[in-house]
């Protein structure tokens, strides 16, 4: 069994910002260790991003032509990086764009057909990373946990503030991982900077310059998915089923929502950390560039919190599915019982060989 692998690993996030694309090399002595060799993030045009925000809708045939057309797209720019970076890869991974996720219903949906992939790049692809694990009466998420628990355990805790905030929670002697979705997070705080013309809310600028509605406050901490247990996690339909009808029924301006809906994910935060008081949390994610959260997290939460390198913000969950197709192809576990709640550990991803 090889030692070394190369893998592009490919993320298409809920926030909608783009494909993150992140060549990875990956070695095991005894443990694993890892290396950012190249990394890009193709931005959506706004034709793209219209399309996939309203995948949820389309008819039948109008999804599987875009599941088709989403695979080429990904193929033709996955290839053109891998030319242009002059690195040769063994394999990609890639996660899809999450259409449908329903796992009480033993369904979960991602797109950008592997096939696509495979034909634009002439390389294997690695794909369809959850639906095994719904399958098995699990989650199908979150799945970077196992990542986490090998690649990342100087840490006690790892938050991705994505589209969605997840987090991952590990033993004392790091031997096991427990992870789940804490709340929503760039969705909605994206929502409200293209109402006032902006792509995100840069450094959480706007944010700061609104007021916390507390009644709004209250109405958000208690929405009924924060008393479930883990393992739990969240999709579109719970965005558009109860946090956007919530936000909608309250006319305040979008700086008032940003600064209260920043203020909710700093405190679900603090309330799921409350017993880890001085241990490491090392932020990721699109969110981590939002310095008016990171400060709020801070003066909730009683961590060490780290923010690692650019790279390593940006690109960690395309890091981590990189990591999944190794496992995959190693046949070793890289969905975890205790993060999902499957009835076993399991070795997810379907393998298209070129």
């Known amino acids: 069994m090889a030692s070394e692998y190369i893998v592009a690993g490919l993320m298409s996030g809920t926030s909608l910002d783009g494909l993150d694309v992140a060549i990875c090399r990956f070695s095991f002595q005894q443990s694993w260790s890892f290396e950012i060799l190249a990394a890009t993030t193709f931005d959506y045009s706004a034709d793209w991003k219209k399309k996939l925000a309203e995948a949820h809708l389309a008819g039948g045939l109008e999804l599987a032509y875009l599941n088709t057309e989403l695979g080429a797209l990904h193929g033709k720019l996955v290839r053109q990086f891998i030319e242009t970076s002059e690195i040769k890869v063994d394999f990609i991974s890639s996660h899809g764009h999450t259409v449908f996720h329903q796992p009480n219903h033993g369904m979960t949906l991602q797109i950008g057909s592997a096939p696509h992939i495979v034909a634009a790049t002439q390389l294997p692809v690695i794909a369809d990373f959850r639906t095994t694990d719904v399958a098995l009466g699990g989650q199908g998420a979150p799945l970077v946990p196992i990542g986490d628990l090998l690649l990342f355990n100087e840490f006690a805790l790892c938050l991705n503030l994505g589209g969605i905030a997840n987090i991952s929670v590990k033993t004392s002697n790091n031997s096991s991982i427990k992870a789940f979705d804490v709340c929503p997070c760039n969705m909605v705080l994206n929502h409200f900077a293209a109402q006032l013309g902006h ?9 700061s310059t609104g007021e916390i509605n507390s009644s709004l406050l209250e109405k958000l901490n208690n929405i009924s998915f924060y008393k479930i247990t883990s393992p739990k996690s969240l999709g579109k339909e719970f965005f558009d089923a109860e946090i956007f009808p919530l936000l909608k029924s309250f006319d305040i301006s979008a700086q008032d929502h940003l600064r209260t ?14 017993k880890f008081s001085k241990q490491r949390l090392l932020i990721t994610g699109g969110g981590a560039f939002n310095t008016f959260l990171i400060d709020r997290i801070k003066s909730l939460c009683d961590l060490q919190i780290v923010i690692p390198d650019n790279n390593t913000i940006q690109f960690k969950e395309a890091l981590i599915f ?19 709640g499957a009835r076993k550990d399991h070795s997810g991803g379907v393998i298209y060989l070129a």
């Open 322 to 340: 990189a990591f999944l197709g190794v496992l995959r192809m190693r046949e070793e576990n890289n969905s975890l019982q205790a993060v999902t």
């Open 261 to 274: 809906f920043v203020e909710h994910i700093a405190q679900q935060l603090a309330q799921v950390t409350d």
């Open 199 to 207: 792509e995100y809310d840069h450094g959480g600028a706007l944010a």
